[in-house]
């Protein structure tokens, strides 16, 4: 894994976490389609990567509970399609000053 995505081996470390969270509640067949983590502590099986890392707010951000799910979807979408839209929207503005570029008519506001 390492060499493959050309990790520094003083990284890894940071990266075990990741992979014991991948593997831990996975369900295995000698374990009597039990998770590991599910076996040694008694409790119920977590949701894999609870958290997940948002690099541009340099935070965690906590997966929703299940009654919750719904609703953080439609606000993701929301906030998607917003992303999409304001990216159009400029695609537009470039576009147009690009043609009025060609023409030769000024483009200063």
């Known amino acids: 894994m390492i060499l493959e995505y050309k990790i ?3 990284d890894w470390p940071y990266l075990t976490p990741m992979v014991q969270a991948s593997l831990n509640p996975t369900a295995v067949p000698s374990l009597g389609n039990k998770a590991p983590v599910e ?3 008694g409790l119920p ?5 609870r958290e997940f890392y948002l690099p541009d707010a340099g935070e965690l951000k906590e997966v929703p509970e299940i009654d919750k799910i719904d609703e953080f979807l439609a606000d ?4 998607i399609q ?4 304001a990216v159009k929207d ?4 470039q576009r147009l000053l690009n043609k009025k570029r060609e023409r ?3 483009t200063n506001h």
């Open 82 to 85: 917003e992303m999409h839209r």
């Open 104 to 106: 030769g008519e000024n």
């Open 76 to 79: 993701l979408r929301a906030s």
């Open 90 to 93: 400029r695609r537009l503005k």
């Open 39 to 41: 076996l040694f502590t």
């Open 8 to 10: 520094n081996h003083t």
């Open 45 to 49: 099986c977590p949701t894999p990567l």
